[in-house]
């Protein structure tokens, strides 16, 4: 049996990683997503508050999964990190209308700290197998 070899995914509709990581990496039936934060895709800060902010990474996340041949129903697990627990039922709506009925598991942590000082960062796990 051979072992399956992770499949680095990119797109320049997203922001290009900031370290020596990818956007994501496709292995076997499963992408997993890098946490994506509210950068546009030439790489700059998207200016606003939590709301300005979580609809950009969800268009990261976005592209990021096209770049797969995936879409947001193909989410099987959602980490949500936030800056402050207080914004939570504000992502959650956002959240809600970028997944509709689809209900991904999901977790959601508040950090002391996020990269360039956002308010969120969210990370998938979608399924790419084809039945």
Do not use: W
């Not at 990496?25 to 997993?32: A, C, D, E, P, W």
């Not at 797969?68 to 949500?80: I, L, M, Q």
């Not at 009925?101 to 002391?112: L, Q, T, Y």
């Amino acid at each position: 049996m051979t072992k399956k070899q992770p499949v680095p995914v990119s797109t320049d509709k997203a922001p290009a990683a900031i370290g020596p990581y990818s956007q994501a990496i496709q292995l076997g039936g499963l992408l997993f997503t890098s946490g994506q934060i509210p950068l546009d895709a030439s790489g700059q800060l998207v200016e606003g508050g939590i709301e300005e902010q979580t609809h950009q990474v969800f268009r990261n996340l976005k592209e990021v999964l096209a770049a797969a041949g995936a879409a947001f129903s193909d989410v099987v697990k959602a980490t949500v990190f936030l800056k402050d627990m207080s914004h939570f039922a504000t992502v959650n709506e956002i959240y809600a209308s970028y997944f509709g009925d689809h209900k991904p598991a999901r977790s959601a942590v508040e950090v002391a700290r996020l990269p360039k000082d956002v308010f969120v960062e969210i990370e998938l796990i979608a399924s790419t197998h084809v039945e």
